[in-house]
T-cell receptor, first 115, second 110 residues
């Protein structure tokens, strides 16, 4: 069974631009969560989607948004990029919502660099 | 959000058991205790999780204190491939949100 895939793996953008990252969960998994990882803040929860609905959101500004499609694939968008948005963006999938009670499977991440 | 406290780093010798401690004194009744590990340049990998009882799987064992305010991840025989950052996390059963701390960097010496 294929794991969680994220595209692209690496991305370089300029301040002020916007970016869209994609995540394909494990087949059959309907819940997708996004995390941001930086050396200073560690891993921080961005949002969680299940059945195309956002179930939970972390403490990030409105520039960070996401969505989930009917095939469970998810995208996250960051508008008006800032230097501080440079990070590894990780996607995790789980079989059911409430992944806090079960295991989540993480993708390799998208490394975003903002210059 | 309930938080966890872990030592910043630990060392172990290869093929010896490793006990990684975690304190979570503000855990609520619906919080599950998760352990994930992250190898360099990879996403976190699920290790084990539990609610109240001790748990075993092919990777590790999880020992949970009776009052649930602390837990210990046990790697029975450390290998060089176990060198990673280990995160102890509390996850609510109602949400997929995991709150990661700084984790423990485990070094395994041959």
């Amino acid at each position: 069974k294929a794991g969680v895939t994220q595209t692209p793996r690496y991305l370089i953008k300029t301040r002020g631009q916007q970016v869209t990252l994609s995540c394909s969960p494990i087949s059959g998994h309907r819940s997708v969560s996004w995390y941001q990882q930086t050396p200073g803040q560690g891993l921080q929860f961005l949002f969680e989607y299940f059945s195309e609905t956002q179930r939970n959101k972390g403490n990030f500004p409105g520039r960070f948004s996401g969505r989930q499609f009917s095939n469970s694939r998810s995208e996250m968008n960051v508008s008006t990029l800032e230097l501080g948005d440079s990070a590894l963006y990780l996607c995790a999938s789980s079989l059911y919502p409430g992944g806090g009670s079960g295991e989540q499977y993480f993708g390799p991440g998208t490394r975003l660099t903002v210059t | 959000d309930a938080k966890t406290t872990q030592p910043n780093s630990m060392e172990s010798n290869e093929e010896e058991p490793v006990h990684l401690p975690c304190n979570h004194s503000t855990i609520s009744g619906t919080d599950y205790i998760h352990w994930y590990r992250q190898l360099p340049s990879q996403g976190p990998e699920y290790v084990i999780h539990g609610l109240t009882s001790n748990v075993n799987n092919r990777m590790a064992s999880l020992a949970i204190a009776e009052d649930r305010k602390s837990s210990t991840l046990i790697l029975h025989r450390a290998t060089l491939r176990d060198a990673a950052v280990y995160y102890c996390i509390l996850g609510s059963g109602n949400t997929g949100k995991l709150i990661f701390g700084q984790g423990t960097t485990l070094q395994v010496k041959p």
